[in-house]
């Protein structure tokens, strides 16, 4: 298992952040867009595997958390002490 630095996991992040929402889901409508809805049948006919590109991103974006949250520094002290 990796551990990143704490400010590499952060721009992790903002960047899969942005490459789920604007970024993935402008790209996979400029490539390949989607008709306006009528029904299921007219969807299924024009879904290209494209047009799952912003979820995959979510998973990447996920990762990233887990490397954010893996390079957060530990606490001096229990959390049950504190209070």
Request: charged letters at 15%; zero cysteines; proline letters at 8%.
């Amino acid at each position: 298992m990796l551990i990143f630095d704490l400010s590499f996991s952060a721009m992790l992040v903002i960047v899969r952040t942005l490459l789920l929402g604007p970024v993935g889901s402008r790209a996979a409508q400029a490539i390949s867009p989607q008709p306006a809805w009528v029904d299921a049948d007219v969807f299924i006919r024009n879904y290209r595997p494209i047009q799952a590109l912003p979820f995959y991103f979510g998973l990447l974006l996920l990762s990233g958390f887990k490397g954010f949250f893996s390079s957060l520094p530990k606490p001096e002290a229990d959390i049950e002490a504190v209070s």
